[in-house]
């Protein structure tokens, strides 16, 4: 049984916005920070953010700061990534990922789901 998934992926055009959810499983959200990465073709997997268990703290690449922001609502046990100005050098698959530590980096992450692919054409 999945334990992360991904949806909200799909195809638009630069400037525009996709919102990201991650469904979490109750045991997971409760315990875990929760985060993003990406991978484009040929590219090695990237941190996009991050938000502490609590939902206290938050961290952002500085390539997306000013533009996304990620979020996690305790009710629907969901992180959110919403994705604002996209460009067409955002176009990757996005992973959600929970972790026991707020990392930024991709060996922190315990748990994986299996992506949604996100396409911004010029």
């Known amino acids: 049984q999945a334990q992360l998934v991904e949806s909200g992926g799909g195809m638009v055009q630069a400037g525009g916005s996709l919102r990201l959810s991650c469904a979490a499983s109750g045991r997971i959200f409760s315990n875990y920070a929760m985060a993003w990465f990406r991978q484009a073709p040929g590219k090695e997997r990237e941190f996009v953010g991050a938000?502490?268990?609590?939902?206290?703290?938050?961290n952002l690449a500085d390539s997306v700061k000013g533009r996304f922001a990620i979020s996690r609502d305790r009710a629907s046990n969901t992180v959110y990534l919403q994705m604002n100005k996209l460009k067409p050098e955002d176009t990757a698959v996005y992973y959600c990922?929970?972790?026991?530590?707020?990392?930024?980096?991709?060996?922190?992450?315990?748990?994986w789901g299996r992506g949604t692919q996100v396409t911004v054409s010029s």
């Open positions: 990922a929970a972790g026991s530590l707020f990392s930024s980096t991709p060996e922190a992450a315990d748990y």
């Open positions: 938000v502490s268990r609590s939902g206290d703290s938050a």
